[in-house]
């Protein structure tokens, strides 16, 4: 499963990484790479967590669940982040996580 951090910037997603990677058991993970331009953990079982900016350049990326930054616009997030879930096979209640 596809998850992306979005964040208001890129710093704020990653910053949101580093608490998923700190919850994780250590066990699971299979690479986790962390730097300036984009940062992502890819678990044992091909589960990613991708970090994102909240800006026209995440357009037409596709995830089955979105964390997202509360101070992202609700525009940005209705014509951005939402449409990104398309192809999710979640329920519409466990798409987005808001932090």
Aim: charged share 35%; aromatic share 10%; proline share 3%.
């Amino acid at each position: 499963m596809k998850h992306i951090i979005f964040g208001k910037t890129q710093q704020r997603a990653r910053y949101e990484l580093e608490k998923i990677y700190d919850s994780l058991d250590k066990d699971l993970i299979m690479k986790y790479v962390k730097n300036p331009s984009s940062s992502y953990i890819r678990l044992k079982n091909d589960d990613l967590y991708e970090t994102r900016g909240a800006s026209d350049s995440a357009r037409g990326c596709k995830c089955d669940k979105a964390f997202v930054d509360l101070t992202i616009d609700k525009d940005i997030i209705h014509k951005i982040i939402i449409p990104c879930l398309c192809a999710s096979k979640l329920p519409d209640s466990e798409q987005i996580e808001y932090y």
